[in-house]
């Protein structure tokens, strides 16, 4: 059956006509209303805005004046979307009479629920267009309305939830010209308060425009006090990009540029600057959010000269730059900035180079500047650290100086351009291997000057001149003296070669260039060469170093800027184990002043190895200009053996010491000139020598004792003007001159005065003279006194065991090394002698010895006679013989070499009797004893006597004549025809003893 409750089979109910008439007609009426409302629509849109009625534009007057803000504008026209364009706006802040906004158009999009529902006054969009901000008068700091902000554009749009969209932002704050873009949120400080209601809801302590109002004041202020720093930049502009984040606080990324920057720092300027910060913006102030970033093509500073010219003292190209900012109080535009990095890519100061730069300023402690730099040119670094004063006098950047510390690894011409240094002429041939190695710290006067300094160096591989040094390092001090000169100090110096060294200290006036070099060591001598004259490397050539090299200690001063010969070098040498001219030396110390005028070696002092000790000096004095030598002077003292001293004092002192020997080392003292080029004697030499020799000495083979010299030595010309010597016990005085003759032999001429010689020891000493270098094998016929022989003989001289006192005089000329040109005069006095007894009577004078009447037996004790000397012959013209009774008279001659006699003499037995009766009969005998004459011949130690008689001779003189010298021309008595001799001495008196 079919299932009645089922809806498709219950049957469909008519729909009655009318209902459907109604329904017909509520749709044509309504597709009625909607026609005419986009009618209405069409309409409406066609006309742009329609124009408030003038007291509305009055209500919304007085409603913004009741926020505290006062508005004026020409007209306001309302757009069918509900949104409000005004006209020629004017924005006045309560307390003032001018506008502090002015703008062309103004448009506005009010959110008008918000409005109706909560009676705050909302914006959903704001759009105006070439917009002035002013300062007010009363925050201006010139007392008037000023803008600084101008040809501003501006579209808003809110977001919802304070969120705007920044579409564009385009204008002029003071003289950058801004773009800005992006979103953000309104800081919640600026969110606007709900209207009062009638419902009585308190309002709120501050309306939103008095805060507002507030705000503007002070951004307008603060803006117009960084005007002196934009007006710098020529035409800025700036590029803002804006982020707001959840938090509430805004992200803003700023990049400003410029065409350049002349700031208020005289000649300071910058070419293409660019600067780039990030930056949050809350609460209406810029906080900073992370470094900033700058670039600028070039930056300079110039200095203007006296004359008016300008010269770069700073340029940089290619610069980039990192600033750590710092929040102030209110922003980073009342913070300092913190540090700044830089990195130029080429740089100059003053008129040196870099290939770069880059350092780091922390500025937190504004105007003191620390800082830190280092700067590459080509493969030298140098670095530096410090701090610098500075100051901002007049909007001007004053520097007070500073203090820095620096590294630097450089070549010398390097340091010298950054130094403003230049290296004087004659240290230009300074070289190095490598870059020299710096560091110290140095103080800058506000004048940018250098106060004060130390410098601590090194230099590997130096060169100048011959001087050659593996390293080099020292520390140098500068500083200024009290004239203001910057003077430069070096300590611990030390310098370095292969083979020696020396540390010492060097100073300098870097003004006037006057230097010292003080160094000491083991140092070659030929480093020194260049700095002395010729005479340098021969002294060298004399001494000849040991194992070691000396130890020296030299002082080199003048000026850099003068001629080399105006300066002045002291050498002090120690040197051991050295050879001089063949001399062993334990060791010899020299010491060396060269100056402009004078040389001298002051300080010469030498130690034998065999014994003994030499001091002197040598100088070289020079005549302006200081390059010709106006004399050379030698002057030293020796105590070593007279070998040595022969072969030290060369050909002069050898020369003047030949005739001698000596086994004690005598004291000498050497005074040598020699006349140089500027002398008006040149190249003639002039020598003093004073010696003292003890005994034993020879002169010539002759033992002499205690010899006193003094002597001349002058081209070819030798003068002993005093000579003091002893001699077989007595004791001698002469003077003596040496000539060279033509020949090229040498004459000696002499004057001398011997006293109390013993008369034997004389004539075994006179025996052995000889100028010949060998000693002579020929000696004297008489024995040295104290021998075997001398003991046992009798000779014509009596008893040598008792000699007499020999006196001597005389005076002559030598040939040297030719015996036979011996020639002199004088005269001799022998006393205190025994030199014979004779009995003429046999027994019978034996007998009367030991009566008063001494008949035939008397004794001789004295004896005088002029001397005559040539050929080797002594010719004695009037030898008298005396004793207490007798007298002998005597002529004739000795030869030295065959000791042969040739005498006359005559004998009066009793011619000294002058008393009584014995008076009496010495007169009647000598008489007849002047007819005998005694013939003496043969050896002087065995002569033989003839008798003969001559009674013609009783009436004449008492007196017997010599023969002549052989081989010498001979006057009418015999004696020789000498040339002029040198005339000897007159023998003093004979002192008679007081009888007690």
């Given at each position: 059956?079919?299932?009645?409750?089922?809806?498709?089979?219950?049957?469909?109910?008519?729909?009655?006509?009318?209902?459907?008439?109604?329904?017909?007609?509520?749709?044509?009426?309504?597709?009625?209303?909607?026609?005419?409302?986009?009618?209405?629509?069409?309409?409406?849109?066609?006309?742009?805005?329609?124009?408030?009625?003038?007291?509305?534009?009055?209500?919304?007057?007085?409603?913004?004046?009741?926020?505290?803000?006062?508005?004026?504008?020409?007209?306001?026209?309302?757009?069918?979307?509900?949104?409000?364009?005004?006209?020629?706006?004017?924005?006045?802040?309560?307390?003032?009479?001018?506008?502090?906004?002015?703008?062309?158009?103004?448009?506005?999009?009010?959110?008008?629920?918000?409005?109706?529902?909560?009676?705050?006054?909302?914006?959903?969009?704001?759009?105006?267009?070439?917009?002035?901000?002013?300062?007010?008068?009363?925050?201006?700091?010139?007392?008037?309305?000023?803008?600084?902000?101008?040809?501003?554009?501006?579209?808003?749009?809110?977001?919802?939830?304070?969120?705007?969209?920044?579409?564009?932002?385009?204008?002029?704050?003071?003289?950058?010209?801004?773009?800005?873009?992006?979103?953000?949120?309104?800081?919640?400080?600026?969110?606007?308060?709900?209207?009062?209601?009638?419902?009585?809801?308190?309002?709120?302590?501050?309306?939103?425009?008095?805060?507002?109002?507030?705000?503007?004041?002070?951004?307008?202020?603060?803006?117009?006090?960084?005007?002196?720093?934009?007006?710098?930049?020529?035409?800025?502009?700036?590029?803002?990009?804006?982020?707001?984040?959840?938090?509430?606080?805004?992200?803003?990324?700023?990049?400003?540029?410029?065409?350049?920057?002349?700031?208020?720092?005289?000649?300071?300027?910058?070419?293409?600057?660019?600067?780039?910060?990030?930056?949050?913006?809350?609460?209406?102030?810029?906080?900073?959010?992370?470094?900033?970033?700058?670039?600028?093509?070039?930056?300079?500073?110039?200095?203007?000269?006296?004359?008016?010219?300008?010269?770069?003292?700073?340029?940089?190209?290619?610069?980039?730059?990192?600033?750590?900012?710092?929040?102030?109080?209110?922003?980073?535009?009342?913070?300092?900035?913190?540090?700044?990095?830089?990195?130029?890519?080429?740089?100059?100061?003053?008129?040196?180079?870099?290939?770069?730069?880059?350092?780091?300023?922390?500025?937190?402690?504004?105007?003191?500047?620390?800082?830190?730099?280092?700067?590459?040119?080509?493969?030298?670094?140098?670095?530096?650290?410090?701090?610098?004063?500075?100051?901002?006098?007049?909007?001007?950047?004053?520097?007070?100086?500073?203090?820095?510390?620096?590294?630097?690894?450089?070549?010398?011409?390097?340091?010298?351009?950054?130094?403003?240094?230049?290296?004087?002429?004659?240290?230009?041939?300074?070289?190095?291997?490598?870059?020299?190695?710096?560091?110290?710290?140095?103080?800058?006067?506000?004048?940018?000057?250098?106060?004060?300094?130390?410098?601590?160096?090194?230099?590997?591989?130096?060169?100048?001149?011959?001087?050659?040094?593996?390293?080099?390092?020292?520390?140098?001090?500068?500083?200024?003296?009290?004239?203001?000169?910057?003077?430069?100090?070096?300590?611990?110096?030390?310098?370095?070669?292969?083979?020696?060294?020396?540390?010492?200290?060097?100073?300098?006036?870097?003004?006037?260039?006057?230097?010292?070099?003080?160094?000491?060591?083991?140092?070659?001598?030929?480093?020194?060469?260049?700095?002395?004259?010729?005479?340098?490397?021969?002294?060298?050539?004399?001494?000849?170093?040991?194992?070691?090299?000396?130890?020296?200690?030299?002082?080199?001063?003048?000026?850099?800027?003068?001629?080399?010969?105006?300066?002045?070098?002291?050498?002090?040498?120690?040197?051991?184990?050295?050879?001089?001219?063949?001399?062993?030396?334990?060791?010899?110390?020299?010491?060396?002043?060269?100056?402009?005028?004078?040389?001298?070696?002051?300080?010469?002092?030498?130690?034998?190895?065999?014994?003994?000790?030499?001091?002197?000096?040598?100088?070289?004095?020079?005549?302006?200009?200081?390059?010709?030598?106006?004399?050379?002077?030698?002057?030293?003292?020796?105590?070593?053996?007279?070998?040595?001293?022969?072969?030290?004092?060369?050909?002069?002192?050898?020369?003047?010491?030949?005739?001698?020997?000596?086994?004690?080392?005598?004291?000498?003292?050497?005074?040598?000139?020699?006349?140089?080029?500027?002398?008006?004697?040149?190249?003639?030499?002039?020598?003093?020598?004073?010696?003292?020799?003890?005994?034993?000495?020879?002169?010539?083979?002759?033992?002499?004792?205690?010899?006193?010299?003094?002597?001349?030595?002058?081209?070819?010309?030798?003068?002993?003007?005093?000579?003091?010597?002893?001699?077989?016990?007595?004791?001698?005085?002469?003077?003596?001159?040496?000539?060279?003759?033509?020949?090229?032999?040498?004459?000696?001429?002499?004057?001398?005065?011997?006293?109390?010689?013993?008369?034997?020891?004389?004539?075994?000493?006179?025996?052995?003279?000889?100028?010949?270098?060998?000693?002579?094998?020929?000696?004297?016929?008489?024995?040295?006194?104290?021998?075997?022989?001398?003991?046992?003989?009798?000779?014509?001289?009596?008893?040598?065991?008792?000699?007499?006192?020999?006196?001597?005089?005389?005076?002559?000329?030598?040939?040297?090394?030719?015996?036979?040109?011996?020639?002199?005069?004088?005269?001799?006095?022998?006393?205190?002698?025994?030199?014979?007894?004779?009995?003429?009577?046999?027994?019978?004078?034996?007998?009367?010895?030991?009566?008063?009447?001494?008949?035939?037996?008397?004794?001789?004790?004295?004896?005088?006679?002029?001397?005559?000397?040539?050929?080797?012959?002594?010719?004695?013209?009037?030898?008298?013989?005396?004793?207490?009774?007798?007298?002998?008279?005597?002529?004739?001659?000795?030869?030295?070499?065959?000791?042969?006699?040739?005498?006359?003499?005559?004998?009066?037995?009793?011619?000294?009797?002058?008393s009584g009766v014995l008076k009496d009969i010495a007169s009647i005998i000598n008489p007849f004893s002047n007819t005998v004459t005694l013939k003496?011949?043969?050896?002087?130690?065995?002569?033989?006597?003839?008798?003969?008689?001559?009674?013609?001779?009783?009436?004449?003189?008492?007196?017997?004549?010599?023969?002549?010298?052989?081989?010498?021309?001979?006057?009418?008595?015999?004696?020789?025809?000498?040339?002029?001799?040198?005339?000897?001495?007159?023998?003093?008196?004979?002192?008679?003893?007081?009888?007690?």
């Amino acid at each position: 059956m079919p299932d009645l409750t089922s809806k498709s089979t219950l049957p469909r109910a008519r729909v009655p006509w009318w209902f459907r008439l109604i329904r017909a007609l509520l749709n044509l009426a309504l597709l009625s209303l909607l026609g005419l409302q986009l009618f209405a629509l069409f309409i409406l849109s066609d006309t742009s805005h329609l124009r408030l009625p003038t007291f509305a534009q009055a209500a919304l007057e007085e409603r913004l004046q009741e926020e505290g803000l006062r508005v004026r504008f020409s007209s306001v026209e309302a757009s069918p979307s509900g949104s409000l364009l005004v006209l020629d706006p004017k924005v006045y802040l309560t307390g003032t009479t001018e506008p502090v906004i002015e703008a062309e158009y103004l448009l506005v999009e009010p959110d008008w629920l918000t409005l109706l529902w909560s009676r705050r006054l909302s914006f959903s969009a704001v759009r105006f267009g070439n917009a002035t901000f002013y300062c007010p008068p009363e925050n201006s700091p010139s007392g008037t309305r000023e803008p600084f902000i101008t040809n501003l554009g501006l579209n808003l749009s809110n977001q919802g939830n304070s969120w705007w969209q920044l579409d564009y932002l385009r204008g002029k704050i003071l003289n950058v010209q801004m773009q800005a873009e992006g979103n953000f949120v309104l800081p919640a400080s600026w969110q606007p308060s709900p209207m009062p209601t009638n419902r009585g809801t308190p309002p709120p302590p501050a309306t939103p425009a008095l805060s507002l109002a507030a705000r503007f004041r002070k951004f307008a202020r603060d803006v117009l006090d960084l005007r002196h720093q934009f007006d710098i930049a020529d035409r800025p502009s700036a590029q803002i990009s804006v982020s707001g984040e959840n938090s509430g606080v805004n992200k803003l990324k700023v990049f400003a540029q410029a065409a350049g920057v002349e700031s208020t720092i005289p000649s300071f300027e910058l070419a293409h600057p660019a600067l780039q910060l990030t930056a949050n913006w809350d609460e209406g102030v810029l906080r900073a959010l992370g470094p900033a970033y700058a670039w600028a093509q070039s930056v300079q500073y110039t200095q203007t000269g006296n004359t008016g010219t300008k010269s770069a003292v700073v340029s940089l190209s290619s610069v980039w730059a990192q600033l750590q900012l710092a929040d102030g109080k209110d922003g980073i535009f009342s913070g300092w900035p913190q540090q700044v990095a830089m990195y130029s890519l080429t740089a100059r100061l003053n008129d040196f180079a870099f290939d770069s730069l880059e350092g780091v300023a922390d500025l937190r402690s504004w105007p003191k500047l620390p800082f830190s730099a280092t700067v590459l040119h080509g493969p030298d670094k140098l670095s530096f650290s410090g701090r610098t004063d500075l100051a901002e006098e007049d909007r001007s950047l004053v520097w007070h100086g500073g203090t820095f510390a620096f590294h630097a690894i450089a070549s010398l011409d390097t340091l010298l351009v950054a130094t403003h240094q230049k290296l004087p002429a004659r240290l230009a041939a300074a070289k190095f291997d490598a870059p020299l190695q710096l560091e110290g710290d140095a103080v800058v006067t506000p004048s940018g000057t250098l106060q004060s300094a130390v410098v601590r160096f090194h230099a590997d591989g130096a060169h100048f001149e011959r001087i050659n040094l593996d390293s080099a390092s020292g520390r140098a001090n500068f500083f200024r003296n009290e004239a203001g000169d910057m003077l430069v100090q070096v300590d611990n110096a030390e310098f370095d070669n292969r083979s020696w060294q020396v540390t010492g200290s060097y100073s300098q006036n870097l003004r006037v260039n006057d230097f010292t070099l003080h160094v000491s060591g083991d140092i070659e001598p030929g480093v020194l060469d260049s700095y002395f004259e010729d005479w340098w490397p021969e002294v060298w050539k004399i001494v000849i170093p040991g194992g070691e090299w000396p130890q020296a200690d030299v002082v080199y001063a003048g000026n850099w800027d003068a001629p080399d010969w105006q300066d002045s070098i002291m050498v002090g040498a120690q040197i051991t184990h050295a050879r001089a001219r063949g001399v062993r030396m334990d060791d010899i110390f020299v010491r060396v002043d060269q100056r402009p005028e004078i040389l001298s070696v002051y300080d010469l002092i030498a130690h034998a190895t065999d014994g003994g000790q030499l001091t002197g000096a040598l100088l070289w004095t020079m005549n302006p200009p200081y390059e010709d030598t106006y004399e050379q002077r030698m002057i030293f003292e020796s105590t070593m053996p007279l070998p040595d001293v022969a072969l030290l004092g060369g050909p002069d002192a050898a020369q003047a010491l030949r005739p001698l020997e000596s086994k004690t080392r005598p004291t000498i003292r050497f005074d040598q000139r020699t006349g140089g080029s500027a002398n008006p004697q040149p190249d003639v030499t002039v020598s003093k020598i004073h010696a003292d020799f003890p005994s034993p000495l020879q002169a010539y083979h002759v033992p002499l004792e205690n010899a006193v010299a003094d002597i001349t030595l002058s081209d070819g010309f030798t003068d002993i003007p005093n000579l003091e010597f002893g001699l077989a016990g007595g004791q001698a005085k002469a003077h003596a001159t040496v000539t060279t003759l033509p020949d090229g032999k040498e004459e000696l001429r002499f004057s001398v005065l011997e006293q109390n010689t013993k008369q034997a020891d004389f004539l075994s000493a006179i025996g052995q003279f000889s100028t010949n270098e060998l000693t002579p094998t020929t000696t004297s016929g008489v024995p040295a006194n104290g021998s075997s022989e001398a003991k046992n003989s009798t000779t014509l001289l009596g008893d040598p065991s008792r000699s007499g006192l020999i006196d001597l005089t005389l005076g002559g000329q030598l040939i040297l090394g030719e015996p036979d040109s011996f020639t002199a005069t004088g005269s001799m006095r022998m006393h205190d002698a025994q030199l014979g007894k004779l009995q003429l009577l046999g027994g019978l004078s034996r007998v009367l010895a030991d009566t008063k009447v001494p008949l035939g037996d008397f004794v001789l004790n004295a004896a005088t006679s002029n001397l005559q000397i040539a050929r080797r012959y002594l010719r004695l013209p009037n030898l008298i013989v005396t004793g207490p009774t007798a007298r002998i008279v005597a002529a004739g001659t000795y030869h030295f070499t065959d000791q042969d006699l040739d005498f006359n003499a005559l004998i009066f037995p009793v011619g000294q009797w002058d008393s009584g009766v014995l008076k009496d009969i010495a007169s009647i005998i000598n008489p007849f004893s002047n007819t005998v004459t005694l013939k003496l011949h043969g050896k002087i130690d065995k002569p033989v006597w003839d008798l003969s008689m001559n009674p013609l001779r009783l009436f004449k003189d008492q007196t017997v004549e010599g023969p002549a010298i052989p081989g010498v021309p001979a006057k009418t008595d015999n004696s020789p025809d000498f040339p002029m001799l040198p005339p000897a001495p007159p023998l003093p008196e004979l002192l008679v003893p007081e009888k007690k």
